[in-house]
């Protein structure tokens, strides 16, 4: 099987937590930022979002009694209902069960659906976005019918932009996601942008926003091997926002389009 480098590009958007399904639109966004970067240069594409909030929504009955509770006591009145929400997406992402399951094959499918259709793929994923995007792709890389690295026309993912990212966290490396699958020998690279703003809470993992300086997320995937077959870069950039406003900031951000721009046009 392979994809026809001729076809319009394909950006598929996998959006992070969420208080609800409702007006998901971060694929406009990605399209608002990529038109904005092209300027003249002739590029067709098109871009997609998976949805997988209601997925979530739908698991979290089982946390609802905790959430209740939670929600009427000193700690629900500080964070609110829509952080708590996206805790409880946390939670199922880290409980890594049937739901988490569900997620991560639909994403899966709907890869495999734009390559059978010929279309070059490349995936800009935020947040816990990230996490599912990293172990579907791992698991694509694994499967010997995919990613041939002597030919991309093989390859149903181009490249990955992540942004916000927490694959950085202990919560998550706990998980099994110490490591990135390698590729067999060849002479094509995969392409991984992590772009990151210092003062994420999501990315540090501090809930005050702590700044952080010379911190390595995505690089520290990176074995030296060149067989391993990834090209991985860490980009700190500054939205000029702080707190969780510097999380959702990377939507309006020139350095994603510029460098989703690059990423297909190279």
């Known amino acids: 099987m392979s994809g026809d480098p001729t076809l319009p590009r394909k950006v598929l958007v996998v959006h992070g937590v969420q208080s609800s399904d409702t007006n998901l639109n971060q694929d406009v966004l990605i399209n608002e930022l990529i038109s904005s970067r092209i300027t003249n240069i002739p590029l067709a594409y098109s871009c997609e979002l998976y949805r997988y909030e209601n997925i979530n929504v739908d698991a979290q009955q089982k946390y609802e009694q905790l959430l209740d509770l939670i929600l009427a006591g000193p700690v629900g009145a500080v964070l609110g209902d829509a952080v708590l929400e996206m805790v409880g997406d946390v939670v199922i992402s880290l409980d890594n069960g049937a739901t988490a399951e569900i997620i991560r094959q639909g994403l899966r499918q709907k890869i495999v659906d734009i390559f059978t259709a010929g279309n070059p793929c490349y995936?800009?994923?935020?947040?816990?976005?990230?996490?599912?995007?990293?172990?579907?792709?791992?698991?694509?890389?694994?499967?010997?019918?995919?990613?041939?690295?002597?030919?991309?026309?093989?390859?149903?993912?181009?490249?990955?932009?992540?942004?916000?990212?927490?694959?950085?966290?202990?919560?998550?490396?706990?998980?099994?996601?110490?490591?990135?699958?390698?590729?067999?020998?060849?002479?094509?690279?995969?392409?991984?942008?992590?772009?990151?703003?210092?003062?994420?809470?999501?990315?540090?993992?501090?809930?005050?926003?702590?700044?952080?300086?010379?911190?390595?997320?995505?690089?520290?995937?990176?074995?030296?091997?060149?067989?391993?077959?990834?090209?991985?870069?860490?980009?700190?950039?500054d939205t000029g926002k702080s707190w969780l406003m510097a999380h959702t900031a990377y939507w309006h951000s020139p350095i994603v389009g510029d460098k989703l721009v690059d990423m297909m046009t190279s």
């Open 123 to 237: 995936i800009v994923a935020h947040s816990l976005g990230t996490i599912y995007t990293f172990d579907v792709l791992n698991s694509l890389i694994a499967d010997s019918g995919y990613f041939d690295r002597s030919s991309r026309k093989t390859w149903p993912v181009q490249g990955l932009i992540t942004l916000g990212s927490p694959i950085g966290l202990d919560m998550f490396k706990k998980t099994g996601r110490g490591s990135i699958k390698d590729f067999s020998a060849g002479d094509k690279w995969f392409r991984w942008l992590n772009i990151w703003d210092p003062n994420d809470p999501v990315v540090s993992g501090n809930i005050f926003g702590q700044h952080l300086s010379g911190y390595k997320i995505a690089e520290v995937f990176l074995s030296g091997d060149p067989n391993q077959g990834w090209v991985i870069r860490d980009i700190p950039t």
